[in-house]
């Protein structure tokens, strides 16, 4: 079971991302569950400053953009 | 070479569309169409070569660039850099705590808060193809002067001691340590394949977020080209009585547009004869004083902080609009 974490600040991209998170996992049959975290003091803490970020299991693994289908796929694989 | 967007119109609006070419409708429909289309076709060109130079530059090389300078050199490249550098607003939050824990002063990152908003490559791109270059020059001017002044007194009032408990105790640890610490982030190496997606994604992103402000903002333009009659506003607001400025940054406030929207508007404001600095008052109120903007800051500070930066703000356009007002004559010279 992957714990995937999405950081920001509660936009619209930080939605979507967690959105496609959860379709491509759902697909590849990858245990995980999705978070959004918008509390500053957690993004602070994983030294993010370009969001949507996302972190897996509580290492960071992309940041500032809505990351495209292969980069999901790669970061789930990983 | 953009007299061909004027052409167009004159085809479109007068040839194709029979309008007669003194007719309010026709004035109005010719600015909205030549406005447009050359505003969108410099803007598809303008940022795609935009972003393929800036495609290297990330907020974790910015920020350490800014870090190794001293305070002095820091509020203008804060400024500066919140001019160039790709940013949203949905990342200020972000920003904000990555800058201030790596211990810059809180001065600094405002200064590139403040004049994020302000100047920006669509903004610039804009106002010249609008306004002309000079003008264009003392609006990147004075939206540095905005936050790099903004951001000297934050620092002179020691605005850090009103920030969140937990904003504040990371720039106090970041403070502790030396800032040779800090590990340096590489220069991505970035092939021209890797640039031209990067520019081709950035360009879908910005104009997917402005093109309806760019149409609402001609729009508006337009609508008072065609139908406010010339000179309407020194007939009726007094040619620039100091009061007008002050009126002009409460009208912006509760407006709240990006330069997208704003420029197009300001430019038939100038025409139909508000003076210049008070249509700057107005368009800086609008775009760099917003209440979402706020809303987030709220987060990582108090509120005494939030109303001492908005006061800040707001008699800095004041001033901005009283010294332009003062000073249009021997700036714009024949020129608007």
Not at chain 2, 6 to 35: I, M, Q, R
Request: proline content about 5%; overall charge neutral; aromatic content about 10%.
């Amino acid at each position: 079971m992957k714990k995937i974490e999405v950081l920001g600040t509660g936009c619209k991209k930080c939605t979507t991302t967690a959105e496609h998170i959860g379709a491509v996992a759902k697909e590849l049959g990858i245990e995980a569950s999705v978070e959004k975290v918008t509390d500053p003091g957690v993004i602070m803490s994983y030294q993010v400053m370009s969001t949507p970020a996302v972190a897996i299991d509580g290492k960071l693994a992309h940041s500032g953009s809505v990351p495209d289908r292969r980069k999901i796929e790669t970061m789930l694989q990983d | 070479m953009l007299e061909v967007f004027t052409w167009l119109a004159d085809w479109l609006v007068y040839g194709l569309g029979g309008l007669e070419p003194d007719s309010k409708l026709a004035s109005s429909l010719h600015f909205f169409v030549e406005d447009t289309t050359k505003i969108f076709a410099l803007l598809v060109v303008m940022i795609y070569i935009i972003a393929l130079l800036r495609a290297s530059l990330n907020l974790e090389r910015v920020r350490h660039y800014i870090q190794q300078k001293n305070r002095f050199a820091g509020y203008g490249l804060g400024a500066g850099f919140g001019a160039i550098t790709p940013f949203c607003s949905c990342s200020s939050i972000p920003l904000f705590l990555g800058f201030t824990s790596a211990g810059i002063p809180l001065g600094i990152t405002m200064a590139f808060l403040f004049t994020s908003p302000i100047i920006n490559e669509v903004a610039v791109i804009m106002l010249w193809s609008l306004l002309g270059w000079e003008f264009t020059l003392v609006y990147i001017a004075i939206g540095m002067i905005v936050g790099i002044g903004g951001g000297m007194i934050l620092d002179t009032l020691r605005g850090e001691r009103w920030l969140k408990d937990f904003a504040a105790k990371a720039y106090s640890q970041a403070a502790e340590r030396p800032a040779t610490d800090q590990p340096v982030p590489e220069k991505p190496s970035l092939s021209l394949k890797d640039r031209h997606e990067f520019a081709r994604d950035e360009l879908k992103e910005i104009v997917g977020r402005i093109w309806q402000w760019v149409i609402i903002g001609v729009g508006l333009g337009a609508a008072l080209h065609g139908f406010v009659p010339d000179g309407w506003f020194a007939e009726n607001l007094g040619s620039g009585q100091w009061w007008n400025v002050p009126v002009a940054v409460f009208a912006g406030l509760p407006l709240y547009s990006n330069a997208t929207g704003v420029i197009p508007v300001m430019e038939s404001l100038i025409l139909k004869g508000l003076p210049v600095g008070t249509t700057l008052a107005f368009c800086m109120s609008t775009v760099a004083a917003s209440v979402p903007e706020f809303i987030m800051l709220k987060q990582v500070m108090q509120w005494r902080l939030l109303a001492i930066i908005f006061v800040i703000l707001l008699v800095n356009f004041m001033i901005v609009g009283w010294v332009i007002n003062l000073l249009s004559p021997w700036l714009f010279n024949g020129m608007l």
